[in-house]
């Protein structure tokens, strides 16, 4: 199967900091890949540099077997590699189907289809169509005329899933899907994102703290402690290996 993302010696530094150290992580296509790791191994860290919210200061990002080191965001979100924020803020006031039709790309930005009128309105009417159908895949359809602040953490959450779909990504980044989620909830995300992978091939680059609920859900794992990556393999692996369950106890 194809690495859809590889990183090479990836290196990020605050100050005399290294928070991400010589990092070598492939996500292959169509896999759920989780990166676990206590809080301040550099996850985020990671996924920020991967998708131009920060700049490295060494090492390649290699998306769909393109040199992105170094690209905007909005660069490396036009080729189909997206991240959600540990924090959801989609708009408060927006309605959820607006929130999803928000994140799709915009038809009246380009001139002759904004001129077009009949043709521009026929795009709108098919992407309200592929919103709820969005929706619907995180189980969200019933919501969809609800003002976001109406929705709780959980559903929030899949909101966020659901604007990154919108995207049309083929690499999703999920920084703490389910942080801050009860357990029943939280399996049920998870079970959305393994659809999402099953049904549309979609990848899925997961950071999580809590472990134990979404091992089961990963195809493959690496550990990070301070900057550097301390295990990989398969998930189950990952976890009882002594250096990973040294770092989460000590
Ligand atoms: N913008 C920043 N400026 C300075 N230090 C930062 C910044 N962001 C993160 N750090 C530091 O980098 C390290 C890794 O942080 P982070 O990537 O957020 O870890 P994780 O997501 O694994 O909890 C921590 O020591 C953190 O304090
Ligand atoms: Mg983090």
Same mark, same amino acid.
């Given at each position: 199967?194809k *690495?859809? %993302?590889?990183?090479?010696? %990836?290196?990020?530094?605050?100050?005399?900091? #290294?928070?991400?150290?010589?990092?070598?992580?492939? #996500?292959?296509?169509?896999?759920?890949?989780?990166?676990?790791?206590?809080n =301040?191994?550099?996850?985020?860290?990671?996924?920020?540099?991967?998708?131009? #919210?920060?700049?490295?200061?060494?090492?390649?990002?290699?998306?769909?077997?393109?040199?992105?080191?170094?690209?905007p965001?909005?660069?490396?979100?036009? %080729?189909?590699?997206?991240? !959600?924020? @540990?924090?959801?803020?989609?708009? @408060?006031?927006?309605?959820?189907?607006?929130?999803?039709?928000?994140?799709?790309?915009? $038809?009246?930005?380009? $001139?002759?289809?904004?001129?077009?009128? *009949?043709?521009? *309105?026929?795009?709108?009417?098919?992407?309200?169509?592929k919103?709820?159908?969005?929706?619907?895949?995180?189980?969200?359809?019933?919501?969809?005329?609800?003002?976001?602040? !109406?929705? =709780?953490g959980?559903?929030?959450?899949?909101?966020?899933?659901?604007?990154?779909? &919108? !995207?049309?990504?083929?690499?999703?980044?999920?920084?703490?899907?389910?942080?801050?989620v009860? $357990?029943?909830?939280?399996d049920?995300?998870?079970?959305?994102?393994?659809? %999402?992978?099953?049904?549309?091939?979609?990848?899925?680059?997961?950071?999580?703290?809590?472990?134990?609920? !979404?091992?089961?859900?990963?195809?493959?794992?690496? &550990?990070?402690?301070?900057?550097?990556?301390?295990?990989? =393999?398969?998930?189950?692996?990952?976890?009882?290996?002594?250096?990973?369950? *040294?770092?989460?106890?000590?």
């Amino acid at each position: 199967m194809k *690495e859809l %993302l590889i990183t090479k010696n %990836l290196v990020k530094r605050f100050g005399g900091l #290294v928070a991400v150290n010589n990092v070598n992580i492939k #996500v292959r296509e169509k896999t759920i890949t989780l990166l676990i790791g206590p809080n =301040g191994s550099g996850k985020t860290t990671f996924i920020n540099v991967c998708t131009g #919210v920060l700049k490295p200061d060494g090492g390649k990002v290699i998306f769909d077997g393109k040199d992105i080191t170094g690209y905007p965001s909005h660069k490396i979100y036009e %080729l189909g590699f997206v991240r !959600t924020f @540990q924090i959801p803020m989609p708009f @408060q006031t927006l309605t959820v189907l607006d929130n999803v039709l928000a994140a799709m790309r915009n $038809p009246g930005e380009y $001139p002759i289809k904004a001129l077009m009128r *009949e043709s521009w *309105e026929k795009y709108e009417e098919e992407n309200i169509k592929k919103a709820l159908k969005i929706l619907h895949r995180v189980g969200l359809d019933e919501y969809w005329d609800k003002p976001a602040y !109406t929705l =709780g953490g959980a559903h929030l959450k899949l909101l966020e899933l659901a604007r990154a779909l &919108a !995207t049309g990504a083929k690499l999703i980044a999920l920084d703490e899907p389910i942080g801050g989620v009860d $357990p029943a909830f939280a399996d049920q995300i998870l079970s959305y994102v393994r659809k %999402l992978k099953e049904s549309l091939g979609l990848t899925f680059l997961i950071v999580e703290h809590r472990i134990d609920i !979404t091992v089961p859900y990963a195809d493959y794992a690496y &550990a990070m402690d301070r900057g550097r990556v301390i295990a990989e =393999g398969k998930p189950q692996d990952v976890v009882n290996d002594p250096k990973v369950i *040294e770092v989460y106890i000590g």
